[in-house]
């Protein structure tokens, strides 16, 4: 199922939850909705689930108006980060409830409906779990039990709300490996609501990144991370270094040093700032006559395959991240408080915008 969203508006009371939200959610693939809280994501995702009406605006599912369309007539499927289950219900009875509460010439068969929830805990692959209580089950169990509940009606759209916002990181980890392959097997249009970038990256077709109630950009994560349409969405998507100053000719200088301004050649003495990403750092011993900003090693933190390096800047005194492998880091042999030199392999460069 394809859906729109067209000049959404919400209010709460002076609080503008989404300003003039227009988007296209491709059909049949996963689209995270991405932001810090109380950006609008999950408001939007109850407007298209019918929980929450809009002040103004239209909500198309296959082309057609659903703005005034009961929550039931949407054929949606919600999964919330708190699961939701009925405590007093067995695994089995959850899953069933939805098919159960159908009108009756809807209604499958007692056969159907046991054939039917058996082959969707066998797809979360808790097929021996069907007899128990929630209360039995670990938090990332009863997520797949939630999810299972709301696939039981064949929705049209799944819409999932946080939905491993409650776990901790390892079993999250594991669920939103589980949950794109499963989407890979059903191909249902889904939303994901997260706050979590790396879970965005990870899981998602399509990244949506919002910021007080508007959408800053849309793209795959790919796209979105290598080329941020924003400061705020660079700033978003991972750990960035800036480093402001004025562009002038196609360069930028930042304190005592010049580094080159790609696609700013036309600027002529423009406050501006250069985002680096700490992976983007490159490091080397300092030289007289070396290029680059001279800085001075504050602090290593390495565990694993990497070295996360804390620098300060000889001319402003700002801090520098930089991320290097363990197997650089054994060749550089540094030292506290080593005077160093670095430079930028990558930079994207916001201007400042003229009142």
């Known amino acids: 199922m394809s859906i729109e969203v067209r000049n959404i508006h919400k209010r709460f009371g002076n609080f503008v939850a989404l300003n003039d939200v227009s988007l296209k959610f491709p059909d049949g693939k996963l689209t995270a909705l991405l932001g810090p809280s109380g950006c609008g994501k999950t408001t939007l995702l109850r407007i298209v689930a019918g929980l929450e009406a809009p002040d ?4 198309l599912l296959d082309n057609e108006s659903a703005t005034d369309r009961h929550v039931r007539e949407r054929q949606v499927g919600f999964v919330f980060q708190h699961y939701a289950l009925f405590k007093h219900m067995s695994v089995f009875e959850n899953i069933a409830f939805g098919l159960r509460v159908k009108p009756r010439k809807d209604r499958p068969s007692e056969e159907q409906i046991r054939a039917k929830v058996m082959r969707l805990l066998e797809l ?3 097929d021996w779990l069907a007899d128990r ?3 039995a089950l670990s938090g990332g169990q009863r997520q797949r039990i939630a999810l299972a509940r709301a696939l039981a009606v064949e929705p049209r759209v799944l819409l999932l709300d946080e939905p491993f916002g409650a776990l901790d990181a390892q079993v ?3 669920l939103r490996r589980w949950l794109r392959r499963l989407h890979d097997e059903l191909n249902v249009t889904s939303i994901f609501v997260t706050h979590d970038q790396e879970e965005a990256l990870e899981v998602a077709d399509e990244i949506v990144v919002m910021n007080h109630g508007k959408v800053e950009q849309t793209g795959s994560p790919a796209a979105v991370y290598d080329h941020p349409a924003s400061p705020f969405v660079y700033g978003f998507l991972g750990n960035v270094n800036l480093f402001h100053g004025r562009v002038h000719n196609g360069l930028i200088e930042t304190g005592d040093t010049v580094f080159e301004a790609p696609g700013h050649q036309d600027a002529q003495d423009t406050k501006g700032t250069a985002y680096v990403r700490p992976h983007d750092i490159e490091i080397e011993r300092y030289t007289a006559g070396a290029k680059g900003l001279v800085v001075s090693l504050q602090r290593v933190h390495a565990i694993g395959p990497l070295a996360q390096l804390e620098l300060k800047r000889n001319d402003t ?3 520098i991240e930089a991320v290097i492998s363990q197997e650089r ?8 408080n080593e005077t160093l030199v670095v430079r930028p392999r990558q930079v994207h460069i916001f201007l400042e915008q003229a009142a």
């Open 56 to 59: 103004s605006g239209q909500i």
């Open 172 to 174: 999250r980890k594991e």
């Open 329 to 336: 880091l054994s060749q550089l042999q540094l030292k506290d």
């Open 124 to 126: 979360v692959q808790l």
């Open 133 to 135: 209580k929630p209360s």
């Open 317 to 319: 005194n700002e801090l």
